[in-house]
């Protein structure tokens, strides 16, 4: 048995981030008879590989959304981040292949076009989802060919550069990832298994294999993966057939911790709840954010529709209708900022 790693550490995270010195799209449905109209502001951020808009969606209360959105420097993003204590947000850009900061984010009218501030030093290629510890970014990278290598690039931040500290080359093609202190947890594409780093920050450049990997029951091609320390629930997107734009499935580890805590090296998790099916709307999700407080869980559904933001009760499983849908051309990432 291993020791599991997931502390406090990732509610510092999520507190602690890196320092940095109403538009027409969505609004399409809304089937949630129990939104919030008071409590903390609920906003979703997304990005997009196609439109190249991020855009802020205000879920407060969901029987009255409303959307800010921006133009990115990016037109093919995959990853984001949003800092509220600095108001920033970071995006990993394929098409820039470069990690951009947005300062100063809610200055900007909704439509503006947003110009980075702050550009990594040094480029990655083809990057797939971000994630922030500290002053650390880590960035996911698929290989772009078959004499490439599945990376990770980890950079330093500050006030006013992001630095690369760190290039990892591993044997797996790696998809959303998410950090809890030292730990890095990894969904594996075109597998049902996600892959565990032990003391990831410690490690010297260079090849990087995994201290385990960890099947899960039911799952076939992972891209999304979160995890909820409050309810120790872990969350995965599994686009199942990435051809198919109707086999999506979310699968929720209840008790996470707990299970993983006694599960063997190289283990299988079967303890596992869905959602799938055609009233859900799932096809190959690929981001997924949880709010604990309303117990809501958002995907960002890229083949639906051309693309859509999905937010589901996750009191029920099976094959459930969302609670709120919306238009999002291209949706490639989502953030979620409770406050």
């Not at 921006?70 to 509220?84: C, E, L, M, V």
């Not at 204590?85 to 995006?91: K, P, R």
């Not at 931040?157 to 947890?185: D, K, P």
């Not at 559904?301 to 937010?311: C, H, V």
Request: hydrophobic fraction near 35%; proline fraction near 3%.
């Amino acid at each position: 048995m291993k020791k599991f790693t997931l502390t406090a550490a990732i509610l510092f995270t999520a507190a602690t981030f890196v320092s940095c010195s109403t538009d027409s799209e969505g609004m399409d449905g809304i089937d949630d008879t129990s939104a919030l109209v008071s409590g903390p502001k609920v906003t979703l951020f997304t990005g997009s590989n196609t439109s190249g808009k991020i855009n802020m969606f205000d879920m407060t209360d969901r029987k009255n959304i409303t959307n800010k959105s921006f133009k990115s420097a990016s037109t093919d993003g995959n990853g984001i981040h949003y800092d509220p204590i600095n108001d920033c947000l970071f995006e990993a850009s394929r098409s820039e292949r470069n990690v951009l900061v947005f300062e100063n984010l809610n200055n900007n009218e909704s439509g503006a076009a947003l110009a980075p501030s702050i550009m990594s030093d040094v480029q990655v290629e083809n990057p797939r989802d971000i994630a922030i510890s500290g002053d650390r970014i880590v960035v996911s990278s698929d290989a772009t060919g078959p004499r490439d290598s599945n990376k990770f690039y980890v950079y330093e931040s500050t006030s006013n550069s992001v630095r690369l500290v760190n290039v990892y080359e591993t044997g797996n093609q790696h998809w959303g990832i998410f950090l809890a202190g030292n730990t890095l947890y990894a969904a594996i594409d075109n597998s049902g298994r996600i892959a565990v780093y032990n003391d990831f920050f410690s490690k010297p450049s260079g090849e990087l294999t995994a201290d385990d990997q960890i099947t899960i029951e039911g799952a076939q091609s992972l891209r999304g993966i979160t995890y909820d320390e409050v309810e120790d629930q872990l969350f995965l997107a599994d686009v199942r057939n990435p051809l198919d734009d109707s086999d999506g499935a979310i699968h929720t580890i209840k008790n996470f911790s707990v299970i993983y805590s006694g599960l063997e090296a190289y283990g299988t998790i079967s303890e596992v709840n869905t959602v799938s099916g055609a009233e859900s709307m799932l096809g190959n999700p690929v981001d997924l954010e949880y709010d604990n407080i309303g117990k809501v869980l958002y995907t960002a559904e890229r083949a639906t529709n051309g693309g859509m933001a999905l937010a589901f009760d996750m009191n029920t499983t099976g094959n459930m209708k969302p609670m709120m849908q919306q238009s999002v051309s291209g949706i490639s990432s989502i953030y979620l900022n409770v406050e």
